[in-house]
């Protein structure tokens, strides 16, 4: 089953913060199926169902059986329900 690795991104701008300095936080990291119809792009919603509308993909394609489903370096920001969602 191919899955689509998303970041759930925090946005925000404290209010010192000038013009154009935007700054993105990740805020957790999600999988979702692929969408049956459009090969790269999510399904409505993660395995954890939150609505994957918003949410940014992740360039990252596992390895293979038993490779990490996200990329280690986004590692801290897993989400667990999506985790054990894949693990089952
Ligand atoms: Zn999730």
Known sequence: MAI???Q????QMP??????????F???VHAAPADPDVP??????TFCGRPTLGMEPVPY??????????PPN?????CSDCAA???A
């Open 40 to 45: 790269g792009d999510p399904d409505d919603r």
């Open 4 to 6: 689509i690795v998303l």
């Open 74 to 78: 986004m590692r801290q920001w897993e």
């Open 61 to 70: 394609e596992p390895a293979g059986p038993g490779a990490s489903w996200l």
């Open 8 to 11: 759930e991104l925090d946005k």
């Open 26 to 28: 990740i805020a957790a």
């Open 85 to 87: 969602a894949l693990r």
């Open 15 to 24: 209010p010192d913060f000038g013009p154009g300095a935007a700054a993105s």
